[in-house]
């Protein structure tokens, strides 16, 4: 069982920056992938991005791609998501999910999503 508890949300101006966090139970939090997804209101949730469990292999979503960087600290148990030039349209509720996956291919970061999920931030970017 992980339990994941997402943090750093809040209002910014466009061109801002925010970093979230995503803190981890468990004691085996560094055999997850961790992924970051966002909803905005009328939206299907997108996948922004991910990260393997070593952090040997990370994906971005062609949006965030250049302006968002995903890291991880395993001896914290905590993923983060540094967010910079910060747009209008990034406003959307953040969710981390974490899924432990045993292989890594080409496409691994379509399998996310489908073990465990935080409860969400709000990101709300102004123009």
């Known amino acids: 069982q992980v339990q994941l508890v997402e943090s750093g949300g809040g209002l910014v101006q466009a061109g801002g920056s925010l970093r979230l966090s995503c803190a981890a139970s468990g004691r085996t939090f560094s055999s997850y992938a961790m992924g970051w997804f966002r909803q905005a209101p009328g939206k299907e949730r997108e996948l922004v991005g991910g990260i393997s469990w070593n952090s040997g292999t990370t994906y971005y979503g062609d949006s965030v791609k250049g302006r968002f960087t995903i890291s991880r600290d395993n001896a914290k148990n905590t993923v983060y998501l540094q967010m910079n030039s910060l747009k209008a349209e990034d406003t959307a509720v953040y969710y981390c999910?974490?899924?432990?996956?045993?292989?890594?291919?080409?496409?691994?970061?379509?399998?996310?999503?489908?073990?465990?999920w935080g409860q969400g931030t709000q990101v709300t970017v102004s123009s």
């Open positions: 999910a974490a899924d432990l996956l045993r292989t890594y291919g080409s496409r691994w970061y379509l399998a996310l999503g489908h073990d465990y």
